[in-house]
């Protein structure tokens, strides 16, 4: 778990166009922080995340879009159950891995990052179909 997290912040932290996630649950501090840090370095990060992240507790939503990361709320699926980046049009990070502190410490989990523009394109689109359907995220009880 601990070592996915690593992966993950420093493949945000090498990005320099373009960060796409979705996630279903998102409670990691280091990795909310790494899209923060991309975000105030230029980077278009963009944040869709389960309905649950509206009422959840330790949901780095708040964070997120109060960093002025743009983020969204995916309405339509009973459950966004996405664990995905899109980084740099030509790299996916994908897995079991929930962006959270329990997978974080606690779970046994796996993670792929699969260097492929042409899958990396067929990621986007899908992102970009759920965009559609999301709704931008206003902060708890919204």
């Keep these: 778990g601990g070592e996915c ?19 279903y649950s998102f409670t990691s501090a280091p990795i909310a922080k790494a899209l923060v840090d991309a975000h105030k370095r230029g980077v278009d990060v963009r944040v869709i995340l389960d309905k649950s992240q509206r009422s959840e507790k330790y949901s780095s939503a708040d964070f997120l879009a109060n960093s002025g990361v743009k983020t969204w709320i995916d309405t339509c699926s009973a459950i ?32 792929l990052i699969l260097r492929d523009r042409a899958l990396a ?22």
Aim: a positive charge; zero cysteines.
């Design 5 to 23: 997290t690593g992966i993950i912040v420093k493949e945000i932290a090498a990005a320099r166009k373009v960060v796409l996630v979705q996630a």
């Design 80 to 111: 966004a159950h996405n664990k995905i980046m899109v980084l740099e049009d030509e790299t996916v990070i994908t897995g079991s891995f929930n962006f959270t502190k329990s997978a974080q410490e606690r779970n046994a989990e796996n993670l």
């Design 121 to 142: 394109a067929r990621y986007t689109t899908n992102w970009h179909k759920h965009l559609k359907t999301s709704e931008p995220y206003k902060g708890k009880g919204q």
